[in-house]
Nanobody, 124 residues
Framework: QLQASGGGLVQAGGSLRLSCAAS????????MGWFRQAPGEGRDFVAA????????YYADSVKGRFTMTRDNAKNTVYLQMNSLKPEDTAVYYC???????????????????WGQGTQVTVSS
């Protein structure tokens, strides 16, 4: 029900835009988040848009470089990634958290639905 796309190989300093398209239901009542998982590592919070006030939240490691937006009419969220670094290399997952708020959206197990992931590789 969540389909992530837009990953690829890019040089350090470059940009990518990830998309996550939802199908099968409206996700307007869900907070949407992006997480990433590097090889041999856990899945870490990257960014999220909360349900209700639509506030956006970012991991410190991506603040000022990544921007998350959502288009409820298209049932799609985006992650614009600029000034990419080799340490951003990971599989990126989108996820949906029913009525998620600031209290829950940075927490992996609060999410109800997950996309399949898209690989982002940043070369130095």
């Amino acid at each position: 029900q969540l389909q992530a796309s837009g990953g690829g190989l890019v040089q350090a300093g470059g940009s990518l835009r990830l998309s996550c398209a939802a199908s099968g239901r409206s996700f307007s009542s869900y907070a949407m988040g992006w997480f990433r998982q590097a090889p041999g590592e856990g899945r870490d919070f990257v960014a999220a848009i909360s349900w209700g006030d639509g506030g956006t939240y970012y991991a410190d490691s991506v603040k000022g470089r990544f921007t998350m937006t959502r288009d409820n009419a298209k049932n799609t969220v985006y992650l614009q990634m600029n000034s990419l670094k080799p340490e951003d290399t990971a599989v990126y997952y989108c996820a949906a958290d029913y009525r998620g708020t600031i209290a829950t959206i940075q927490t992996l197990w609060e999410y109800d639905y997950w996309g399949q992931g898209t690989q982002v590789t940043v070369s130095s």
